[in-house]
C-alpha cells in the first residue's frame, strides 16, 4: 500500500526526519514510537503531502486520493452540522446525495454518534469532534488512515471513546499509520512498531518482538516510563470492542503463547466473534498459540479444535468439587475476565503480580483436574 524511501525532510541541520525508509502492506497497521520532538508528526505530514520533502520518494499503490489524514486539532468545518461534515466530500465528487447521507448515518448509528447528526460541531465534546474526523476519513473512502496524536488534547475518559473507534476500524482491513503515547493501545492495535529518535528511525519491529524481546536499554526505558502512566484496568464493551480486541490479542501476543483458561464458558465465547472468528483463529494457528483449558464441559467448536490440532489446545475437565470459578483468562501480565450480559464484556487487567496469581491459580485446577 505504502513505500517510502529514503525520505528526508529539513527544517535546519538537526531537526526534521532523515532517510527514512519502510513498507506499508495492505491492511498492516503501524505505530510509530518515541519521544516528543522524534519526527513522528513530521513523518505523518510527509506522508500526507502536507510537509514536501527534501530528498526520497512516497508512493502508494492506489489512489493517493484515498489517504485521511487526521491531527489533534479536530480538523473539522465548523460552520457544518456532524452529518453535512461527513458528506459534504463525497457529494461534491458526484456520490448520489442520499446514498452517502444513508452511509454517514449507518456509521455514526454504528459508533454511538447518530444522535448528534444535526448538532453543529462547535458544540460536540472533543472527543466527539475526534471521532466524526476520523469517521469523515473513512466516509472519504480513505484506504489509509494517517492518525497524528489524536488524543493528545483529550481525557482519559473521552480518549477511550477515540480509541475504542479506531480498534473497532482496525476489523475493517484499514491501513493505518499511527502516532501514540498510550502504550497499552498500541500493544493492542500495531503489527509493527517504529521506533523514531532524532528523525531517524532506530527500529522497526513486530509489535511482540518490540515490547517483548527488547533488548535496547534506552528503548526499555522508555516502554517502562510509559508504561507506568497506562491504566491497569480498562473495559471493553459490547460486540465491536470484543471483536476488536480478541483479535488485537491475536496481533501482540508472541508466537508460541500460552493462554491459559478457567471456567469458560464454552461454545458462548465464540459467538460474539460472528465472522471475525475465523480470522482470529487462522492468526491463533499460524503464531502457535497454545489453549490451556480447564472447563466444566466443551463445545462443539472446542471439541473440533481438540481433534484437528492437539498440540494448541489442551483441555482438562474442572474437578466436580470446585463451583464457579471466575471465568478468566490469562496471557502474560494479563488477565481478562469475560462477562456475557446483554452484550458481551471484556474487563482486562494488566499487572504482572495480579496475573501471575491468577495463573498459579489455574495451575491448581490444572493439577486437580482430569
Same mark, same amino acid.
Given at each position: 500500500?505504502?513505500?517510502?524511501?529514503?525520505?528526508?525532510?529539513? /527544517?535546519?541541520?538537526?531537526?526534521?526526519?532523515?532517510?527514512?525508509?519502510? %513498507?506499508?502492506?495492505?491492511?498492516?497497521?503501524?505505530?510509530?514510537?518515541?519521544?516528543?520532538?522524534?519526527?513522528?508528526?513530521?513523518?505523518?505530514?510527509?506522508?500526507?503531502?502536507?510537509?514536501?520533502?527534501?530528498?526520497?520518494?512516497?508512493?502508494?499503490?492506489?489512489?493517493?486520493?484515498?489517504?485521511?489524514?487526521?491531527?489533534?486539532?479536530?480538523?473539522?468545518?465548523?460552520?457544518?452540522?456532524? =452529518?453535512?461534515?461527513?458528506?459534504?466530500?463525497?457529494?461534491?465528487?458526484?456520490?448520489?446525495?442520499?446514498?452517502?447521507?444513508?452511509?454517514? =448515518?449507518?456509521?455514526?448509528?454504528?459508533?454511538?454518534?447518530?444522535? /448528534?447528526?444535526?448538532?453543529?460541531?462547535?458544540?460536540?465534546?472533543? +472527543?466527539?469532534?475526534?471521532?466524526?474526523? !476520523?469517521?469523515? $476519513?473513512?466516509?472519504?473512502?480513505?484506504?489509509?488512515?494517517?492518525?497524528?496524536?489524536?488524543?493528545?488534547?483529550?481525557?482519559?475518559?473521552?480518549? %477511550?471513546?477515540?480509541?475504542?473507534?479506531?480498534? $473497532?476500524?482496525?476489523?475493517?482491513?484499514?491501513?493505518?499509520?499511527?502516532?501514540?503515547?498510550?502504550?497499552?493501545? $498500541?500493544?493492542?492495535?500495531?503489527?509493527?512498531?517504529?521506533?523514531?529518535?532524532?528523525?531517524?528511525? !532506530?527500529?522497526?519491529?513486530?509489535? $511482540?518482538?518490540?515490547?517483548?524481546?527488547?533488548?535496547?536499554?534506552? !528503548?526499555?526505558?522508555?516502554?517502562?516510563?510509559?508504561?507506568?502512566?497506562?491504566?491497569? #484496568?480498562?473495559?471493553?464493551?459490547?460486540?465491536?470492542?470484543?471483536?476488536?480486541?480478541?483479535?488485537?490479542?491475536?496481533?501482540?501476543?508472541?508466537?508460541?503463547?500460552?493462554?491459559? !483458561?478457567?471456567?469458560?464458558? +464454552?461454545?458462548?465465547?465464540?459467538?460474539?466473534? +460472528?465472522?471475525?472468528?475465523?480470522?482470529?483463529?487462522?492468526?491463533?494457528?499460524?503464531?502457535?498459540?497454545?489453549?490451556?483449558?480447564?472447563?466444566?464441559?466443551? +463445545?462443539? *467448536?472446542?471439541?473440533?479444535?481438540?481433534?484437528?490440532? @492437539?498440540?494448541?489446545?489442551?483441555?482438562?475437565?474442572?474437578?466436580?468439587?470446585?463451583?464457579?470459578?471466575?471465568?478468566?483468562?490469562?496471557?502474560?501480565?494479563?488477565?481478562?475476565?469475560?462477562?456475557?450480559?446483554?452484550? @458481551?464484556?471484556?474487563?482486562? #487487567? %494488566?499487572?504482572?503480580? *495480579?496475573?501471575?496469581?491468577?495463573?498459579?491459580?489455574?495451575?491448581?485446577?490444572?493439577?486437580?483436574?482430569?
Amino acid at each position: 500500500m505504502l513505500n517510502v524511501v529514503n525520505v528526508t525532510k529539513r /527544517y535546519c541541520e538537526t531537526k526534521g526526519i532523515f532517510n527514512i525508509s519502510f %513498507k506499508v502492506g495492505e491492511g498492516e497497521i503501524i505505530c510509530l514510537l518515541g519521544k516528543s520532538g522524534s519526527g513522528k508528526s513530521t513523518l505523518l505530514k510527509t506522508l500526507a503531502r502536507i510537509e514536501e520533502i527534501n530528498e526520497g520518494s512516497i508512493t502508494y499503490t492506489n489512489d493517493e486520493g484515498h489517504v485521511g489524514y487526521v491531527a489533534q486539532e479536530y480538523t473539522l468545518w465548523p460552520h457544518l452540522n456532524v =452529518l453535512d461534515n461527513l458528506t459534504l466530500a463525497p457529494t461534491v465528487r458526484g456520490a448520489h446525495k442520499k446514498k452517502v447521507q444513508q452511509e454517514a =448515518l449507518r456509521l455514526l448509528e454504528r459508533f454511538d454518534l447518530v444522535e /448528534y447528526a444535526q448538532t453543529p460541531v462547535q458544540e460536540l465534546s472533543g +472527543g466527539q469532534r475526534q471521532r466524526v474526523a !476520523i469517521l469523515r $476519513a473513512v466516509m472519504n473512502k480513505s484506504k489509509v488512515l494517517l492518525l497524528d496524536e489524536i488524543t493528545s488534547a483529550l481525557d482519559p475518559e473521552l480518549t %477511550k471513546s477515540v480509541l475504542d473507534l479506531i480498534r $473497532a476500524l482496525s476489523k475493517d482491513g484499514y491501513t493505518m499509520v499511527i502516532s501514540t503515547h498510550h502504550m497499552s493501545f $498500541a500493544l493492542s492495535i500495531a503489527d509493527r512498531i517504529m521506533f523514531l529518535k532524532d528523525g531517524r528511525v !532506530i527500529q522497526d519491529r513486530a509489535s $511482540a518482538e518490540f515490547f517483548f524481546a527488547q533488548e535496547d536499554p534506552e !528503548i526499555k526505558s522508555f516502554i517502562l516510563d510509559i508504561a507506568k502512566k497506562d491504566e491497569e #484496568i480498562e473495559v471493553f464493551r459490547g460486540k465491536e470492542q470484543y471483536q476488536a480486541y480478541h483479535l488485537g490479542l491475536m496481533r501482540r501476543l508472541p508466537c508460541g503463547s500460552t493462554i491459559y !483458561i478457567a471456567g469458560a464458558v +464454552g461454545d458462548r465465547w465464540y459467538a460474539p466473534m +460472528g465472522d471475525f472468528y475465523e480470522q482470529y483463529e487462522e492468526t491463533r494457528l499460524k503464531k502457535g498459540i497454545t489453549w490451556k483449558m480447564v472447563m466444566y464441559e466443551q +463445545g462443539e *467448536i472446542d471439541l473440533r479444535l481438540m481433534k484437528d490440532y @492437539p498440540k494448541y489446545n489442551q483441555f482438562r475437565k474442572m474437578p466436580e468439587d470446585v463451583q464457579n470459578p471466575a471465568n478468566y483468562n490469562v496471557c502474560g501480565d494479563t488477565v481478562i475476565t469475560q462477562i456475557f450480559d446483554e452484550e @458481551p464484556t471484556i474487563i482486562q #487487567i %494488566k499487572n504482572q503480580k *495480579i496475573a501471575d496469581t491468577y495463573k498459579r491459580f489455574f495451575e491448581e485446577l490444572w493439577r486437580s483436574a482430569k
